[in-house]
């Protein structure tokens, strides 16, 4: 089973800030590397699929970064509306597999 | 409009079986894996099982594999997540999810259902 180990698990941030949450995988994934936004008491939500793919109707400020087993979601200039719990998600092998998540405060 | 919709929230006592569904409409609901994934109280995402309408091939994870069925009726645009008894730690939220391209079960989530809470208590 691959395992993702996302960092950090809490950040606290200010908006207009970048944030950066990283996310490593226990062998080499590839580019199978997906990520999800989840806003408390919602679903789940599509944000980039393999590494670096933009997803339509996702804001541009959304962007990933990464092959192998290192990969990176940035947000650049966080707004208010991005407080969530952001996963990673790997398909390169079943089973899949989710990161434990990142918790993304607004200050 | 692609979506799945869910059943209701289910308050179950140990050792009771449950079915829930999740219904697709808007696609070919044949021609894409669904998965579910289940989401504890203030925890993560894991990852259960996944299934293929069109001939009901399905897939589980080793950690539930024995502890739920997957199944799917094309007839009807459903998939089902199922339980012969129930126990306390099953008590989380459940989610469908289908896989986004319709060739593949390694894949991206694309479109998720609203989930399914499903509370077991004595």
């Known amino acids: 089973e691959i395992v993702l180990t996302q960092s950090p698990d809490f950040q606290s941030v200010t908006p207009k800030e970048k944030v950066t949450i990283t996310c490593r995988a226990s062998q080499s994934i590839g580019s199978s590397l997906h990520w999800y936004q989840q806003k408390p008491d919602q679903s789940p939500k599509l944000l980039i699929k393999?590494?670096?793919q933009s997803i339509s109707g996702v804001p541009s400020r959304f962007s990933g970064s990464g092959s192998g087993t290192d990969f990176t979601l940035t947000i650049n200039s966080l707004e208010a509306e991005d407080a969530a719990a952001y996963y990673c998600?790997?398909?390169?092998?079943?089973?899949?597999?989710f990161g434990g998540g990142t918790k993304v405060e607004i200050k | 409009e692609v979506q799945l919709v869910q059943s209701g929230a289910e308050v179950k006592k140990p050792g009771e079986s449950l079915k829930i569904s999740c219904k697709g409409s808007?696609?070919?609901?044949?021609?894409?894996?669904i998965g579910w994934v289940r989401q504890m109280p203030g925890k993560g995402l894991e990852w259960m099982g996944i299934?293929?309408?069109?001939?009901?091939?399905?897939r589980y994870s080793p950690s539930f594999q024995g502890q739920v069925t997957i199944s799917a009726d094309k007839s009807i645009s459903t998939a089902y997540l199922q339980w012969s008894s129930l126990k306390a730690s099953d008590t989380a939220m459940y989610y469908c999810a289908r896989l986004s391209d319709s060739s593949s079960l390694l894949d991206a989530f694309d479109i998720w259902g609203q989930g399914t809470m499903v509370t077991v208590s004595s």
């Open positions: 299934i293929y309408p069109g001939d009901s091939d399905t």
């Open positions: 998600h790997q398909s390169s092998s079943l089973p899949l597999t």
């Open positions: 393999y590494a670096s």
């Open positions: 808007g696609y070919s609901f044949t021609s894409y894996w």
